[in-house]
Each structure stands twice: as structure tokens, then as C-alpha cells.
């Protein structure tokens, strides 16, 4: 998170709070000053927090371009959301409940109230509980790949796509779409987010907030964190 200084005709107001996503070329912004393209860039509120601004950008974003860009969802279909607990699907799960979709999230047993909470009609146990009875969807956003992605690409029915963050997938469904993204910043689509965080309409899922110095520790958890881990540069 950063501070504008003033970035001439772009809609930044020299001294804003911004927030926003780097672009994937440019590494090196676990840094306590970062220079960042000002389109990449969309005000943040006074009354919302860094670390919330943080913890919404990318899941935000990913969740947004996957579900209506990829997706193309609409009211009245169906998301399967995968890992619908965690910092990408949490965010998946509410949006598309809000857009009127019928959401089934999947993810551990232990995640199934938090997933029915954020806005999931139905859950699925990946681990107890046979995926494949799920029926056919409208759409798969997919965050995890590997068998369970090959499984869901059998669930899209007619028409539908199957979205992924983990690469090309392995099968694509017979009679739909198979894409795969890498998220991009988005202003307006920032905005979007941020705005549904202020109303109440959007929740955060922060699983962990470490300081600098702490970052190579929480970036290599020995314990599994749901949610987004926050790097505080400072206090």
C-alpha cells in the first residue's frame, strides 16, 4: 500500500491514499517505498483500513475479472466455487451471490459454515463428500487445479465455462469453455470493490498480518492459514 504524490491528469489528488495491484513484471514491492504505475492504481477511502485495502485488491480483482469477464455470469445461473472459504473464493462466493447467481462452494469440512455464511447455498466436502453430485453448472471457478480441476471441467453443462487461476487446464468440458487468466489491475473495477466493502456488501478474509521483518516467516507458514496473509510495512 502506498501514498500518491500526485500523479498529473490521472484522477489521483497529490497526498491520496491509493491502493491497487502491481503489475506481474515488476517485482520487489515488499518494500517499504515502491514505484507503481498510477493506472494500476484507484483511491482508497479514509475509511478503510490499509490492511483491509490490502486484503481485498487481488482476491478482489481475481474474483471479479474471473466471474464476470471469464464467466460472463448473469442472475439465475449457477458457480461452483472451489475453496469458496479461502482469500480468492471467499470473495468469488459473496460476489456471485450478490450478482443473483446460486452458488455451491466446495472446500475442508471444517470450512463449511464459513462458506454457507459468506453466501453459498450448498457445500461440498471435497473430502467426504462426492463432488460429481453437484450436477451440472453454469460455471466452475476453479482455484485449485490438479484432479479436482480435471473432475469439475465434467460439470459444466452445456455452454458453460470452466475458469481457472492455476494454469491450462487439464480437460475442458465437452460442450463449453475452458479459460484461464492471470488477474490484472483495474481501477474502476477497484473501486467496485472497495465501494462493496464500505456498504457492507463485501467481507475481507485477512488470515494473517506479519510485520517486514517477519515476511520470509509468513510467507512460509507451518501451520495452514485461510485467508489472505498482510504484510505490514510499517507499524
Known sequence: MVTALGYGTTGLAVGQQVFGLTDWVRDGTLAEYVVVEAR???????????TVGASVAMPG???????????????????LVHGA?????????????????YVIGTGRAAHRETALDLGAQ?????ENDALEGVGGVDLVFDVFGGEIGKRSAGLVQAGG???????PPEARPADGLAVDFVVVSDRDQLGEIVQ???DGRLRTNIGNVAALDDAVAAFNPTERITGKTIIRVRP
Open 61 to 79: 480483482l481475481t474474483a471479479w475479472q474471473g466471474l464476470f469477464e471469464h464467466g460472463r455470469l448473469r442472475a439465475g445461473r449457477s458457480v
Open 122 to 126: 450448498e457445500f461440498v466436502d471435497l
Open 40 to 50: 494500476n492504481l484507484a483511491p482508497l477511502p479514509g475509511d478503510v483500513d490499509f
Open 85 to 101: 472459504a479461502g482469500a480468492v473464493g471467499s470473495m468469488v462466493t459473496q460476489l456471485a451471490r450478490e450478482a443473483g447467481a
Open 196 to 198: 462493496r466493502v464500505r
Open 161 to 167: 465455462t470452466l475458469v481457472t487461476v492455476t494454469g
